[in-house]
C-alpha cells in the first residue's frame, strides 16, 4: 500500500496543493485540494482515484498524470554536530 491509496482527498488540509504532472508530455498543473472537492466525483475518492481521474489539462494532450503533494517550501535546519 502506499499513500495514494491510504489518504483520501478529503483527510488533506483543504489549502494543500496537489501538482498533476503529465506522463506523456511532463506538463505540469497545480490543483487546491478545494478546487478538486468541489468535483462531486472526487469528494471521498482515495489519491489514487484522483489520479486516476485526472488527465493532462494541455490541449491536445490529456494524458495520464502523476499526483505529487507539494510541500510548503519550509525547511528545518540541519541538526547534525560539527566535531
Partial sequence: MTWKTELRLDD????SRLEAFCKS???ARYYTVQELL???ALA???LDEVET?????????GGAVALYEVNSG??????GGMP
Fill in 53 to 61: 481521474a485526472l488527465k493532462c489539462a494541455q490541449p491536445g494532450c
Fill in 12 to 15: 488533506l488540509p483543504p489549502h
Fill in 74 to 79: 519550509e525547511t528545518e535546519a540541519f541538526q
Fill in 38 to 40: 468541489a468535483r462531486r
Fill in 25 to 27: 508530455c511532463s506538463a
Fill in 44 to 46: 471521498h475518492a482515495h
